[in-house]
């Protein structure tokens, strides 16, 4: 019995997204059907086709009471909408159906799992978030929630950690048919942990052990964690709230946070043995991952900066849209991410220059576009003497470009977008150390119409940021201080 809330969300949508034009939306990334989206969730593959579920307010372009949006697609990149499968209609969830994830039940059916919050008044007047983890079970479309709900509570919890900070459970089946989830809480140190519970059913929860704790190294509360095996190694992936940098490795505000380490199953403990950020650009946050039928693990995450929401001009009709999925893989004990395979088929009108030698600027015939897979590799045009500054500028006409620009002295990458249309006063620019020797460095830029994802040395780290510049911009040039030589492969992603 689909509850009125959700017959509402479920009937303004439909209305809603009719006002939208195919080509005012990315080509080929997920963006929200209408209103507001932010966390992927739910994301799985289910009845042979991958189901990506978000956090979703229909009626307005910011944030509101969170309902889940939902979405399908055979290949990653085309996606088709689905209606909403979750609102918050029930006294457990009432003020927001927050963030969780899926599974698939042996009886056939699909298992959510996410955070119920209720309000509560303290004594001080002032309102805190009470979550706790709900079930609701469905066939692909439509989902019930589960009449035990919420499946874990304050008195699920380790002693000291906070019932107001306890959310987005990521569950899993193991090999033997069991079941864990791990969900983001605070502890009393006021910094994060990510706690892990098992099942044998996936109703029936008990808490297992602190499968990680912070210490207040990497921020403060640990969002949306996912726990997974790649390449021999245990990869704990989780977005902290509150970062202070660190060098170029973490960036001010809400980051992500990749801990790469081994897993004592018996006990429930994870131990690191390295961290990176899993994105050096502006606007990436949240991902999740899924495990294909193939055996890839892909991850997806929101598209978008906390404090950068005001980028998008308000009478506009959709914010929010996810990032393209990417193949995951370790080497050399590093996380390094590839575009899904998927994005090769879409590949038309290959376009290739080898071995060009300029300084200045240049040009380059049919180099252009705001869909588009561009391939470069950099390396000194003169021998024994470095050139001081390399930059590629896209999304460019007369009124707007959006620069990336790289010193090979300093082995600094930067993306640049005060130039893409923002009237705000909003992050614009983030630089990142990069692996260069003498010079010579390796990017893959992927334009989808109001994104840019730049792959630096085959996946050795990526920097996404959103721009929504005019559409008519689709100029690129290229700049050197000094001699470069440089060969470029382009394709329109069609």
Same mark, same amino acid.
């Given at each position: 019995?689909? %509850? ?13 997204? @009719? ?11 997920? +963006? ?28 307005? !372009? @910011?944030? #509101? ?34 963030? &969780?994830?899926?599974? =698939? ?5 699909? *298992? ?27 066939? &692909? ?38 079941? $864990? ?13 990510? *706690?892990?519970? =098992? +099942? *044998? ?9 602190? !499968? ?11 969002? $949306? ?6 390449? &021999? @190694?245990?990869?704990?992936? =989780? %977005? ?6 660190? #060098? ?8 992500? *946070? ?50 950068? $929401?005001?980028?998008? +001009?308000?009478?506009?009709?959709? !914010? #929010? ?6 193949? !995951? ?59 001081? @500054? ?20 300093? %082995? ?9 249309? %923002? ?27 109001? +994104? ?22 689709? #100029?690129? $040039? ?17």
């Amino acid at each position: 019995m689909t %509850s009125q809330t959700l017959r509402e969300a479920r009937k303004y949508e439909e209305e809603a997204e @009719k006002m939208i034009k195919e080509e005012e939306r990315p080509g080929f990334h997920l +963006s929200v059907r209408t209103g507001w989206m932010n966390d992927p969730n739910g994301f799985s593959y289910y009845k042979g086709q991958y189901h990506l579920f978000y956090q979703y307010y229909p009626y307005d !372009l @910011k944030w #509101g009471p969170m309902h889940w949006g939902h979405a399908v697609s055979k290949d990653l990149l085309h996606w088709y909408y689905l209606p909403a499968a979750l609102a918050p209609d029930e006294t457990y969830d009432r003020d927001g159906c927050f963030s &969780g994830s899926a599974v =698939t039940l042996p009886d056939g059916r699909q *298992l959510l799992m996410y955070t119920g919050v209720l309000k509560e008044q303290r004594k001080n007047g002032k309102f805190h978030d009470i979550q706790t983890q709900c079930l609701a079970v469905g066939d &692909g479309v439509d989902y019930v929630k589960y009449e035990n709900n919420p499946v874990l509570d304050a008195e699920d919890l380790p002693e000291g950690s906070s019932k107001y900070d306890f959310r987005d459970p990521k569950i899993w089946k193991k090999e033997d048919g069991t079941y $864990c989830c791990v969900v983001g809480n605070r502890p009393s140190d006021g910094s994060g942990q990510i *706690l892990l519970y =098992t +099942s *044998l059913d996936g109703f029936q929860w008990n808490f297992k052990s602190i !499968l990680a704790s912070n210490h207040n190294r990497f921020g403060k509360m640990w969002e $949306c964690p996912d726990f997974f095996k790649l390449d &021999g @190694k245990w990869v704990l992936l =989780t %977005s902290p709230q509150d970062m202070l940098p660190s #060098g170029f490795e973490y960036h001010n505000g809400n980051g992500t *946070l990749c801990l790469i380490g081994d897993y004592d199953e018996e006990t429930g403990i994870f131990t690191e043995q390295h961290d990176q950020a899993i994105d050096y650009g502006i606007d990436f946050y949240a991902p999740q991952t899924v495990l294909a039928p193939d055996g890839r693990r892909i991850m997806i995450g929101w598209m978008q900066n906390w404090d950068a $929401c005001a980028l998008r +001009s308000p009478e506009e009709k959709w !914010l #929010g849209q996810m990032s393209l999925p990417r193949e !995951l893989f370790i080497k050399d004990g590093k996380l390094y991410q590839h575009p899904v395979k998927e994005l090769e088929k879409m590949r038309k009108n290959k376009v290739e220059y080898y071995n060009i030698t300029f300084s200045n600027l240049l040009n380059l015939d049919r180099i252009q576009g705001r869909r588009i897979d561009l391939e470069l590799t950099l390396r000194p045009g003169e021998p024994e003497k470095l050139y001081q @500054k390399f930059a590629l500028r896209f999304a460019q006409n007369d009124t707007y470009q959006t620069a990336l620009s790289f010193r090979p002295h300093e %082995s600094i990458l930067k993306i640049d977008r005060k130039f893409s249309g %923002s009237r705000r006063a909003i992050i614009h620019q983030r630089r990142s150390l990069v692996n260069s020797r003498n010079g010579e460095l390796k990017l893959r830029l992927i334009l989808d119409r109001f +994104s840019a994802e730049v792959f630096i040395n085959d996946g050795e780290q990526v920097m996404t940021m959103v721009m929504y510049t005019d559409l008519a911009a689709e #100029g690129i $040039c290229f700049f050197a201080d000094g001699m470069v030589n440089m060969d470029v492969v382009k394709y329109d992603l069609v």
